[in-house]
């Protein structure tokens, strides 16, 4: 319905004064309405600019006073930085961001970072409405935009990055932030705190717990199967921080978390990334056995093969657990020897810490091997620092015990006497403190170890074993006849027992290699800075 | 000092209402030339069947625009300008000020946006190509000169700067020397202000002659060849003790 003439049409006329002189500034203060910020519900508040961002004078180089400063420093600073033309803005107080605080130290806080180019093209103006019904008008002078801030943790970009792979796994993601916090004293070690810290934490964990469900692979099972007893019944991850807190602090917890955080990491691959891993036997335990038995046999004290493969890592890492052991090491290893192509396939974390360790093991290993190979005659000498040297590089890891392996053991080199790998028989000779994973091998055992009598593997007999049907053997009689012929170095000689040909592994290559030689004793020249073998005849 | 940084909250709890106003830039230029109380114009908010009607009037001695160069442009301001009301929806805005004693106070919460637009007019379209005008005109400009510069390099027998200069140092003299223990207590001063210092610097401080002055130093002092502190002189370990700025100098032995 249309009206005629302006009807229903009311207005009032109001003043509109713009103050001249005004000492006030007038700003806003802007907050995002998801924030539900209520102003008149704040009981106080505290404001003030943030001046983290000023750079003092002084601040940032080395501080005055008379020690260590120079004269006229800053002068020449300032004439330096003006030569290269690095302009540093001006701290303008107006332009730094505020900080406000409402409700005291408990409540929340707000950095209100300051709008540029609000006063360019146009003017913002507050109206007012006065008592006397007149509008008065004020320019704005600067606008804020107030943002709360976070008072819990928030996880860095890296982190976030991390958890973010791991999303569909982790559903607890309260042990997210309660690793970092953990991995962060760990670094600023103090343990009233992490003691305050964990206590704090104890009940949240046991209310974690209860609603906790943490998706674990085959991984995580076993790990914790290999893990301490001491862990009461933690079967997922949040077991971990618990067993920190029971645990001794220095060694389990940082056991512990190296391994916390080496599953997390470890999480990440798929199931497609250990289609490639050299493993030497997949299944069959019993190969396994017989596998580690042969090497053990095989092996001696001597110099550590530079090459490292699948196979010889699991048996050094079986070494390396029961380093410290002398009795009992066979069976040990033989277990470990058991587990470790198991574990590899997984990529087990104790593997993964072990391996780790190792790293710098088998390089000190190399090193201490590449020394034994330049001086096989100085066996003794060798061996011995080499091996101290070793021993003493090697991490205490723990060591498995197990007694049952022994009979395992012997059948094993039982088997390996028949066998077609030489054996080399030189180990009695060996000094006591040389361990190379080979040499979980009976033969060191018999040396090292005091009275291993059920244990020691019994040597296959001394000297050449019958050749086996393969083209090229490893037999003394073949060295023989290399070293008469012309004078080599070890190198050449190890080129001519190639690996993929004689069926050794690098390391047991090295071992035998090593041992016909000490048997041999052949003569030593030098030839292009280059120590050569030969025999005559 | 709890003052500082206090912010007053009356404003907020009572919950006072205040508009937040866009307004041209011309406009603002205008009420700035506001005299007397500062009354710059009329607000007429109007109900219109319903729907709120806000404009704006601007006072008649507020029209005039002066143009760059303050000359009376001719242009005038427009006069009318409805406000266009606008909501505070996404954000929650509040007006706080700041007094030069750096007090601050919400004075309130801005229930209501609105813009002011100046009505179409024949006058608003003047002012408008006043205003492009204005910018149009590049900023720097180039001028044709009719004539050479010529006063600003002439040949001088000597500069004036190079006579004050020789004229002070006449004055100076040449370095005389003093008393090397005179020297030892200047430069031990010295020292205790800072650690290094260069020779040049030294130099200058103690006005000695620079062999003398090296003599000296070799006996007390060691030279820092490398290092950060490259090519300075610093005194001798059992010379200095910098905790935290003693004061007492150390005895030579001469």
């Known amino acids: 319905m249309a009206s005629l003439g302006g009807s229903s049409s009311s207005s ?27 102003c008149s519900s704040w009981t106080q508040a505290r404001m003030e600019r943030d001046m983290s961002n000023r750079r003092m004078y002084g601040v940032e180089e080395t501080e005055e006073g008379a020690a260590g400063s120079e004269f006229g420093k800053k002068q020449r600073e300032e004439a330096r930085r ?54 008065e008008a004020f320019p704005v002078n600067g606008w804020y935009n107030f943002v709360p801030q976070a008072k819990h943790r928030t996880l860095t970009a890296e982190e976030a990055e991390e958890e973010w792979g791991r999303r569909n796994k982790v559903v607890n993601h309260f042990s997210i932030m309660l690793q970092r916090r953990l991995r962060e004293q760990e670094r600023g070690p103090d343990d009233d705190d992490e003691e305050g810290e964990k206590g704090g934490k104890k009940k949240k964990k046991k209310g974690g717990r209860g609603g906790d469900l943490r998706i674990h692979d085959l991984e995580d099972d076993l790990e914790l199967s290999s893990d301490e007893s001491d862990s009461s019944g933690g079967e997922d991850g949040d077991s971990k921080p618990k067993k920190k807190e029971g645990d001794v602090k220095g060694k389990g917890k940082k056991k512990k978390k190296k391994r916390g ?49 699948e196979a010889s890592e699991s048996e050094e890492e079986s070494e390396e657990e029961k380093q410290n052991e002398e009795e009992g090491k066979e069976e040990e290893e033989e277990e470990e020897g058991k587990k470790t192509p198991v574990q590899t396939k997984k990529k087990r974390d104790s593997s993964g810490e072990s391996d780790t360790s190792e ?5 000190g290993e190399a090193a201490s091997a590449l020394f034994m190979k330049r001086t096989p005659p100085k066996r003794g000498g060798g061996r011995g620092s080499g091996g101290s040297s070793r021993t003493g590089s090697r991490p205490g890891t723990p060591s498995i015990d197990s007694t049952s392996t022994s009979n395992t053991l012997r059948a094993a080199a039982s088997k390996l006497e028949q066998g077609k790998r ?21 033969t060191a055992v018999t040396t090292q170890s005091p009275a291993p009598s059920g244990k020691s593997t ?24 290399y070293l008469i012929r012309k004078p080599m170095t070890t190198k050449d000689l190890l080129k001519k027992f190639q690996t993929k040909r004689t069926g050794l592994s690098s390391e047991q290559t090295v071992n035998v290699l090593a041992q016909i030689l000490k048997r041999l004793n052949p003569e030593r020249k030098n030839v292009n800075d280059k120590m050569h073998f030969y025999l005559t005849e | 000092m709890s003052e500082k940084g206090e912010v007053d909250l009356t404003g907020a709890k009572q919950n006072t209402g205040v508009w937040l106003v866009k307004v041209p830039k011309y406009l603002s230029q205008q009420w700035a030339k506001a005299s007397g109380r500062g009354e710059v114009g009329k607000l007429r908010i109007g109900k219109n069947q319903g729907k709120a009607e806000v404009e704006f009037t601007l006072n008649e001695d507020l029209t005039m625009i002066d143009s760059l160069g303050n000359k009376p442009s001719g242009v005038q301001a427009p006069r009318d300008h409805p406000f266009t009301m606008q909501t505070v929806g996404g954000q929650t805005l509040a007006v706080f000020t700041e007094t030069q004693s750096e007090r601050i106070s919400l004075e309130g919460l801005v229930v209501q946006r609105a813009e002011c637009r100046p009505a179409v007019s024949e006058n608003y379209m003047k002012l408008k190509r006043l205003q492009i005008e204005e910018l149009s005109k590049p900023v720097r400009l180039s001028q044709q000169l009719e004539k050479a510069v010529t006063t600003n390099y002439k040949p001088v027998a000597n500069h004036s700067y190079n006579l004050e200069y020789d004229r002070k140092k006449k004055e100076e003299g040449k370095r005389a020397r003093v008393d090397k223990q005179q020297v030892l207590d200047m430069l031990f001063s010295a020292f205790e202000k800072h650690q290094y210092y260069n020779i040049k610097d030294l130099v200058d401080i103690t006005k ?47």
């Open chain 1, 422 to 442: 030489q054996v080399v028989g030189g180990s009695s000779e060996s000094p006591a403190a040389k361990r190379l994973k080979m040499e979980s091998s009976s």
């Open chain 2, 208 to 254: 000695q002659p620079v062999s003398y002055l090296k003599e000296i130093l070799r006996d007390i002092g060691i030279y820092n060849v490398k290092g950060t502190h490259k090519n300075t002189w610093e005194l001798k370990p059992e010379y200095r003790h910098y905790q935290g700025g003693e004061e007492e100098e150390k005895e030579t032995d001469d």
């Open chain 1, 12 to 38: 009032t006329e109001y003043i509109v004064r713009v103050p001249k002189n005004t000492s006030k500034k007038y700003s806003i203060m802007a907050f995002n309405s998801g924030d539900k910020v209520n």
């Open chain 1, 458 to 481: 019994p040597q296959p007999p001394s000297g050449k074993s019958t050749p086996s049907s393969s083209d090229v053997q490893l037999t003394e009689e073949a060295v023989r006849r």
């Open chain 1, 359 to 363: 790293d710098s093991d088998i390089d």
């Open chain 1, 261 to 309: 955080s080496d599953s997390e990491a470890n999480e990440d691959s798929d199931d497609g990334d250990f289609e490639g891993l050299e493993v030497d036997y997949m299944s069959d335990e019993s190969s396994s056995e017989e596998e580690v038995g042969e090497e053990k046999a095989k092996s001696n004290k001597e110099a550590v093969p530079k090459g490292i493969d």
């Open chain 1, 82 to 135: 003006k030569k290269f033309g690095i302009v540093t803005r001006e701290f303008k107080v107006e332009d730094q961001p505020w900080i406000l605080k409402v409700n005291g130290k408990a409540g929340k806080r707000f950095k209100g970072t300051k709008k540029g180019g609000i006063t360019e093209n146009a003017s913002y103006y507050i109206f007012t409405q006065c008592p006397d019904g007149a509008f």
